[in-house]
């Protein structure tokens, strides 16, 4: 998870669901919290990069990757609407998601669009 979100308390008091930090003693995730936050986003580009050929097969490579935009936009609002962690974790997943479509479709792109030879 991104360090600064670990430091501020305001974070770390929306998200907390009743753990206290033995050291500080305030309110924050727990470590295997941080931990699903963390690697949601990883699990979503993977699926994301598994998905983005069918996504481009079946609606070319132009639109999917407008679509998938919408999709990194998705999670990035639902991030930002977040108060619990359930809603957050959706959000990074959806990030994810649309990052692994972007970075595969890009590279497809790029190929069909480059010189021959």
């Known amino acids: 998870m991104d360090p600064a979100n670990r430091t501020q308390p305001y974070w770390q008091r929306l998200f907390s669901t009743g753990y206290k930090n033995p050291i500080t003693g305030n309110d924050t995730v727990s470590g295997s919290q941080q931990s699903a936050i963390v690697s949601i ?3 979503g ?20 990757l407008m679509i998938s935009t919408w999709v990194f936009n ?42 021959d030879g």
Do not use: E, N
């Open 41 to 43: 986003l990883s699990a």
């Open 45 to 64: 580009t993977f699926f994301g990069a598994l998905a983005s050929p069918l996504m481009a097969d079946r609606v070319g490579r132009r639109l999917a």
């Open 74 to 115: 998705l999670g990035v609002i639902l991030q930002t609407a977040a108060t619990a962690i359930p809603m957050f974790l959706a959000g990074r997943f959806f990030a994810g998601f649309g990052v692994g479509l972007i970075s595969a479709l890009s590279m497809c792109s790029a190929t069909g669009v480059g010189k």
